[in-house]
Every structure is written in structure tokens, then in C-alpha cells.
């Protein structure tokens, strides 16, 4: 169990940190007190969307009760407190990520979204046929198929860069692959399937080296680790709402404001214009000119109660809580008989991908959900990483800093469940 | 726990573990991929089709114990039918996983296929089951290429 010794957090590093009151944070979160089949739901399936702490909820009620009106337009006073609000959140985010200008952060969907809009805005404007797009082997769907669709479209190539069976990036190859036709490397901060953190800023350092901007998938990291745009120096950093407590259908595009500068727009529409002829059209300026459209105006401003609540609480303390998850997770599971994790880096987060050989990870789950313990199954829109480790699908259990290690203790208990089922 | 032994009943564990008929036909007159996008699961059902009889079926892949299980079973079940009492029972199976029901219309009966009508309560699982029984169909209609029960 070495790997458990050397996880680390950025916390984790900075000394006496306040430990969490995990109970008082649990009151926080409503849906922690549901049952599930008559038992005490064991939400660990945070990777693929978190709860809602009351604060989220009860802002976005209060803006359908009280403020609510579309922004950036009326004169009217609802549509005043609604764009105020709205854009109080742009502020929020470019704190959270240290970014140098609120201009910088643009609102999208999610992380998906946010990583299509630079494959067609920034992609199609640079890359050409005979270009070269870096990845990895453990990035999501998210950060495969955009390259790819944008390869078939350029006649560019999707390069991808190797992992160990640890599932750490294999840096000395991954460094001979940034070549004279790499025109961007793009690479997850925090893997959903396996729970590594990439040496984010060493990864940077090589690309810039080679005049190589990068993109760096966070929709996992953000959520749980302490991130600074400005000192990874970053060209794009991707990340969603609904991982970080906040609403769905809400993301950001972080991109340093010279690149989104010369980007032509994503999508036309409202919103992103400051004069529209017949003739010609004029581009509305940062951040406007890549929002077109009524934008999720809750969502928004849900998400600002979202960051709110987790800056309150401090993402260092976060990490440290999941750190000690993760390493309790990693020792209690990794003890259960025919347990293989999937994921041993040294550097890891939040994240346990198992398998166990009694039973397939469907089947796994099913069995789980009887005891109240909801778990990921499956490939985690991670086919590549799956294959990599030789499995169709594994069980996931993916932590917050609202769960604790006597629910971890659970899932071990649900997991004897299974062997009894069908060992 | 006893709703879960609704579920798995002891034959879908045992076809589950000890598949049967788990092969390739090499000179199968048909044979279909199928694709559970959902979780990963895929299975391949091979077909030697003689004067619209199943003389013998097989099957790769398949996954989580309920897709294993029905696809085991399946095999045992179609071996020696003819198209047609295939397709009634492609349907009563369908029917007994959605609704639960049995069909009782006269023609061949579902018989240990009846194991499976646990399924309906966990309907994320339904398509576990009729994975192979989609895949099996596709096949008699000698379709090359892969389906999806999507």
C-alpha cells in the first residue's frame, strides 16, 4: 500500500490545517438525510456530479421569487439584480482561480462545452492538416472526441501520450512527443477514472518551452484541489458547476485574455455582438463575444452561492479531508478479498476505481444501491483508460469533503454483500 | 437481501459464472455484435440457420452476470427452434423483463427463462438481459453490422 503513503494534496503540504466539522457540513446538504431502500444513502458518486449544499438551493429559489429577470439588457431593476448577481459570479471564479481578469472567464455549459468551444474557435483557426494535438491515455470523452472531430476536420492528428500501470503520465515520453508539430497539448488535471493528478504545471513548463499552448481539462480537480490559473500558467483551463456543488448546465472557459482576444466567436447569436447590419456584424468584446444567447441565468448565480460555500470552507481543508478519504478508501477496500484498484499514481485525489473478481462492476452496483450506497459503474467516458487496464468497467467510488470514513466502512460492508451474493 | 435473490436467482448466478455455449461458430451462417453503451458490455451470438432451424447457436463476450446469464440461457433455449417459435419467445422474454408478465398464449412457453423476471424491478438492468436476445435477432436478420440496445 505504498501508494496510499505517498497521496498528497496541496493541503495536505501546508501544515496544521483546521480539521472539517463533517457533521455540521452534512447538515448543510439535504439530500444526505434521504434513505435509499430503507437505508442511509452513501453518496459516493461525487466525480460524476456532487450535491447541493441548502445555500445553492435556497439562492436559486430566491432569484425565481425575488430578482429574476434575462440580464445584460433591461433597464428595469429585476434585470439590473439579475445581471449583478450574474456577474458577480464571473468575479467569484476568476478569484476561486486566480485568474488576472474577470474578461477571462467565460460561461459555458461545462467542461465539455467549454472544451469544444477552443477545439472550434481556437482549433480551427490554428491547427492544420499535418498538425499535431497532444493528449493523453487517461483523459475523458470530453477530451478525445472534440480533438478528433477537429483531426478529421484539419487533417490534423491526435497524438496520445502513454501511462504507466500505475496510471501516472509517463513523463519522459510524454516530453518527446511535444514536437515541431505540436500546435496544443491538452491533458486532465485530476483523472475521473483513476484518480491521478498530472504534474500540471511541469507539463506547461514543456509545452511553453516549445512554444506549445495548453489546455488543461479541471472538471475533477476544481472541485477538490486548490487551483491557480496564473501560476500554471495555463493558456485554457475547462471545469464545470455541477462537480462543485453549484448547478448543472453551468461551466467556465478560463483562456488567457490575448488568446480569446484573437479567437473569432464560437456561436452567433445575441449578446455576443455590438452592432448587427445586413452588411456586417461587430463582435461584442471579453467575455461577451463567446456568450451567445440568453445565457443560464441560475445557474450563474447558483453557482456563485456554490464557490461562496466551498471558499468559506477552504479548498485546503477540503483536500486534507479527502486526502485522509482517500488514503482510509484505498487501505479498506484495497483489504477486501479480490479487490483490484485501478489507479495506484502516487499522486491521487478523490478518486477509488476498483474491480472485484467475484463480480462484474454492474452487478457490483446494483448490489451497493440495495445497501443505500450509490457508486459509479462502468467506463466512466474513459473507454481508452479502461482498455489500457485490461477491463470493460470498473466501480468507481468518487469522494467530497460531506462523506466520511464510517461511509466508507459501508462500502466495505456492501462490498462483503457482494462476495455473499456471489462469491 | 431477499429482494436481491429475486434477481439473482441461483441459475443466472451459475449461467453467470459457467456460461454455456460460450464460443464462436466458425461456420456460422450469421452471427451480430451488440453494444451496451451504458456499461460496456458487448456480445457477439452466432447462428447456423439450416430450413429456418437453429441448429446451433453460441455466443462471446457479454458481461455483468445478468447479460452472461441470458445469453447462456438463450443458447440453451433457441438450439433446435425454428424462426418463428424464436421470435414468439424473443418477444414473451422481452415482455417477461419489461412487465413481468408471462404470456400464456399457447404457443412454446419462456420455461427456466422465467428466472429472469426479477429484472423488471431494476429497469437500468432490463437492457442487460435483452442485450443478447436484440443481438440474437439481429443476427437472424443477418445484419453485419453491430447494434446497440440504446
Known amino acids: ?423 | 437481501m431477499s429482494d436481491l435473490r429475486e434477481l439473482y436467482q441461483e441459475m443466472i448466478l451459475d449461467h453467470g459464472k459457467s456460461p454455456r455455449n460460450l464460443r464462436a461458430i466458425e461456420n456460422a451462417t450469421a452471427s451480430a455484435k451488440g453494444n451496451n453503451p451504458l456499461c460496456g458490455d458487448r456480445v457477439t451470438v452466432y447462428l447456423t440457420l439450416r430450413d429456418n432451424t437453429i441448429e446451433d447457436i453460441s455466443f462471446e463476450g457479454a458481461g455483468c452476470a445478468i447479460c452472461t446469464a441470458s445469453a447462456s440461457m438463450m443458447t440453451q433455449v433457441l438450439k433446435g427452434k425454428t424462426e418463428a417459435q424464436a421470435e414468439s419467445l424473443f418477444g414473451k422474454f422481452h415482455h417477461l423483463v419489461t412487465d413481468g408478465e408471462v404470456d400464456d398464449d399457447g404457443g412454446l412457453p419462456l420455461g427456466k427463462l422465467e428466472v429472469f423476471q426479477g429484472v423488471r424491478e431494476y429497469p437500468i438492468r432490463v437492457k442487460c438481459a435483452s442485450l443478447p436476445w436484440h443481438t440474437f435477432r439481429a443476427a437472424m436478420r443477418q445484419q453485419a453490422q453491430a447494434i446497440s440496445t440504446e
Not at chain 1, 450506497?373 to 489500457?388: K, L, S
Open chain 1, 1 to 423: 500500500m505504498s501508494s496510499v503513503a505517498q497521496v498528497e494534496t496541496r493541503g495536505h503540504r501546508g501544515g496544521a490545517i483546521e480539521p472539517l466539522d463533517v457533521e455540521s457540513i452534512r447538515e448543510d446538504f439535504p439530500i444526505l438525510k434521504r434513505r435509499i431502500h430503507g437505508k442511509p444513502l452513501v453518496y459516493l458518486d461525487n466525480a460524476a456530479s456532487s450535491q447541493r449544499p441548502r445555500a445553492v438551493i435556497d439562492r436559486v429559489k430566491r432569484l425565481y421569487e425575488e430578482d429574476y429577470a434575462n440580464i445584460h439588457r433591461g433597464v428595469h431593476t429585476l434585470s439590473q439584480r439579475s445581471t449583478e448577481a450574474y456577474e458577480s459570479t464571473r468575479e467569484k471564479v476568476r478569484a476561486l482561480i486566480n485568474a488576472a481578469e474577470t474578461r477571462e472567464i467565460i460561461f459555458v455549459r461545462g467542461t465539455t462545452e467549454a472544451i469544444n468551444l477552443v477545439a472550434h474557435s481556437y482549433g480551427r483557426r490554428h491547427i492544420k492538416a499535418g498538425d499535431e494535438i497532444l493528449i493523453t491515455h487517461m483523459e475523458h470523452h470530453s477530451n478525445i472526441v472534440p480533438w478528433q472531430m477537429l483531426c478529421e476536420q484539419t487533417g490534423a492528428t491526435l497524438v496520445v501520450g502513454p501511462i504507466s500501470d500505475q496510471g501516472a503520465l509517463v513523463m519522459s515520453e510524454f516530453e518527446k512527443l511535444i514536437g515541431p508539430r505540436t500546435r496544443l497539448v491538452a491533458f486532465v488535471h485530476l483523472s475521473n477514472a483513476l484518480g491521478t493528478i498530472n504534474p500540471t504545471k511541469a507539463i506547461v513548463n514543456l509545452a511553453h518551452e516549445r512554444g506549445v499552448p495548453v489546455l488543461i481539462d479541471g472538471a475533477q480537480a476544481v472541485p477538490h484541489l486548490k487551483v491557480d490559473v496564473r501560476d500554471l500558467d495555463c493558456d485554457f483551463y475547462a471545469f464545470s458547476g455541477h462537480k462543485l456543488y453549484g448547478p448543472t448546465g453551468i461551466g467556465v472557459l478560463y483562456g488567457k485574455a490575448e488568446l480569446l482576444e484573437a479567437m473569432p466567436p464560437y456561436q452567433g447569436g445575441g449578446d455576443m455582438i455590438s452592432s448587427v447590419t445586413f452588411e456586417k456584424t461587430t463582435y461584442n468584446d471579453l467575455p461577451f463575444k463567446f456568450e451567445a444567447g440568453t445565457p443560464n441565468i441560475a445557474g450563474g448565480i447558483g453557482l456563485g452561492a456554490a464557490i461562496d460555500y466551498v471558499t468559506e470552507i477552504g479548498l485546503d481543508r477540503i483536500a486534507a479531508h479527502e486526502y485522509e478519504l482517500l488514503a482510509h478508501a484505498t487501505r479498506a477496500v484495497g483489504q477486501v478479498p479480490g479487490v483490484r484498484i485501478i489507479g495506484t499514481a502516487p499522486c491521487k485525489a478523490s478518486v477509488l476505481s476498483f474491480t472485484l473478481d467475484c463480480a462484474h462492476p454492474h452487478d457490483l452496483g446494483t448490489v451497493l444501491d440495495q445497501e443505500g450506497i450509490a457508486v459509479r459503474t462502468g467506463h466512466h467516458c474513459a473507454q481508452p483508460t479502461m482498455e489500457r487496464f485490461g477491463v470493460p468497467a470498473t466501480a468507481r467510488a468518487s469522494f467530497a469533503f460531506y462523506n466520511t470514513k464510517q461511509e466508507i466502512d459501508a462500502l466495505v460492508g456492501g462490498l462483503h454483500k457482494v462476495i455473499e451474493v456471489f462469491g
